[in-house]
């Protein structure tokens, strides 16, 4: 499945990107593709997938009041297409604004 901008091709990366900071109204969004480290794994040996683990950090002002585990299901509802696919595994970071600036006081 490839999702288009303007004509061209996005990567998965950049299409994770775009649907977080667009539906979660994220202030951050960082995604970064570790596909490289899980090559060898079994469940990807036959995979022609390049792209298929990622680790994200989501800071968005949707999450607050929301249970860690309602935060990481708003992510997997919103990535769905991707996981059926070819997107295998996701380490998400999700906070809310506060929480980042609370944190760093």
Request: glycine share 6%.
């Amino acid at each position: 499945m490839s999702f288009r901008n303007g004509g061209a091709i996005l990567a998965r990366g950049s299409r994770i990107k775009s649907k977080l900071q667009t539906s979660l109204e994220a202030t951050v969004v960082e995604v970064d593709d570790v596909s490289y480290q899980h090559a060898g794994h079994a469940a990807m040996k036959d995979s022609s997938d390049k792209e298929t683990h990622f680790n994200l950090k989501v800071i968005s002002p949707k999450f607050e009041g929301q249970s860690l585990l309602r935060r990481h299901r708003m992510v997997y509802e919103l990535l769905s297409d991707e996981l059926q696919s070819g997107l295998h595994a996701l380490s998400i970071v999700a906070k809310t604004p506060n929480e980042v600036t609370d944190s760093v006081k």
